[in-house]
């Protein structure tokens, strides 16, 4: 059971270069998650899935777009890279009756 | 929106001492109170929580405390080890339309010094 699967684990991109981190979880989970953490602002939703076929903006989705590809995976993909989008991205999901988020390892993302 | 401010933003302890870290929260319809732990190179993972119709739960050397009137909880770690060196963020979450919107704050780097 690996839980939430999350890659690449490290990237360094130029800016204006696309790019897609891919998420997957094995638990069945109904809504899954995608956040950015940066130094002193904690955890900030980028997008969210409520459940397979849905998609909805979170806190900061400016410059990303989202795939609910099936119930298992989720994807989030940068068009044009800017150095703002330089942060860590963690992959989250949880079932629709319970209340923890699993998060995934993370993606250190660096935009030169 | 939900607001929830962390404080402090970094904590040392000796071994064997308590720690304290508070939150408070803007939203008086979140009901939901979980904390998480994040090791270095690692993401979140939940180490106990709370609901709104509960004052205090513990977890052997955790525990959590909530006080509705004033919004505003806590996170309790006794006895300290090298361990519980990691960040921990607390968060405030409330059903909407059957998707629970979950607000972090900002984090607390605790330092456990051997």
């Known amino acids: 059971n690996a839980g939430v699967t999350q890659t690449p684990k490290f990237q360094v991109l130029k800016t204006g270069q696309s790019m897609t981190l891919q998420c997957a979880q094995d638990?069945?989970?109904?809504?899954m998650y995608w956040y950015r953490q940066d130094p002193g602002m904690g955890l900030r939703l980028i997008y969210y899935s409520a459940s397979e076929g849905t998609t909805d903006k979170g806190e900061v989705p400016n410059g990303y777009n989202v795939s609910r590809l099936n119930k298992r995976e989720f994807s989030l993909r940068l068009e044009s890279a800017a150095p703002s989008q330089t942060s860590v991205y963690f992959c989250?999901?949880?079932?629709?009756?319970?209340?923890?988020?699993?998060f995934g390892e993370g993606s250190w993302l660096t935009v030169v | 929106g939900e607001n929830v401010e962390q404080h402090p933003s970094t904590l040392s302890v000796q071994e064997g001492d308590s720690a304290v870290i508070k939150c408070t929260y803007s939203?008086?319809?979140?009901?939901?109170f979980p904390w998480y732990k994040q090791e270095l190179g690692k993401g979140p993972q939940l180490i106990i929580d709370i609901r709104s119709n509960v004052g205090e739960k513990k977890d052997q050397r955790i525990a959590v405390t909530l006080n509705k009137t004033a919004k505003h909880f806590s996170l309790h770690i006794t006895e300290t080890q090298p361990e519980d060196s990691a960040v921990y963020f607390c968060a405030a979450s409330r059903d909407s339309g059957g998707y629970q919107k979950v607000t972090f704050g900002t984090g607390t780097k605790l330092q456990v010094i051997p």
């Open positions: 638990m069945n989970h109904n809504s």
């Open positions: 939203d008086s319809a979140s009901n939901y």
């Open positions: 989250a999901s949880r079932s629709y009756s319970g209340n923890t988020i699993y």
